[in-house]
């Protein structure tokens, strides 16, 4: 957020999650922005992510994000459906009541060291990225081609179409 919106003006809005399963997951980076800067967006983001991978990040920036992580936890357990979501991501993963007992402390307890280690295990690397671009095909095709083979295909299309639910 802070190199594609505060620093960059690339976007109205960029996140990442890391969705981790007992055995693979996603890692998504998301981000709006205008057709006329969506390959500077994209160049801008691929290069965070690069010095992520070579950098890491820097005790401000885990200790940012440690308040942060821990400031979003307790409300994951609020509510009957937050606490069933928990009581279901701890059955899927194998997990016993000590990963909620113990989050804030295992958080805590997070170095440089073993936080880099998870970087270069979890994230994919700049080379290892899929791209799915939802805009004006039009205006970016030939640009985008620069980070692959390209596969287009119509929003109307019916795998993006309301399932009714």
Not at 40 to 68: C, E, F, M, P, W
Not at 95 to 121: M, Q
């Amino acid at each position: 957020m802070t190199a594609l919106r505060v620093e960059g003006g690339l976007t109205y809005s960029a996140r990442s999650a890391v969705e981790r399963y007992s055995e693979t997951g996603t890692v998504t980076i998301r981000s709006f922005t205008e057709t006329s800067t969506t390959i500077d967006a994209i160049d801008l983001a691929v290069s965070v992510l690069d010095r992520l991978h070579i950098k890491g990040l820097n005790d401000q920036l885990i200790t940012s994000a440690r308040n942060y992580i821990m400031g979003q936890f307790p409300p994951t357990l609020e509510t009957a459906s937050s606490l069933a979501r928990m009581l279901a991501f701890l059955e899927q993963n194998g997990l016993d009541r000590s990963y909620v007992d113990e989050y804030g402390t295992a958080l805590g307890e997070a170095t440089p060291v073993t936080i880099s280690n998870t970087i270069a295990e979890v994230y994919p690397t700049p080379d290892d990225l899929v791209f799915v671009l939802i805009g004006d095909a039009e205006s970016i095709r030939e640009d985008v081609a620069k980070y692959g083979p390209v596969m287009e295909m119509s929003i109307n299309e019916p795998r993006f179409a309301d399932s009714g639910g």
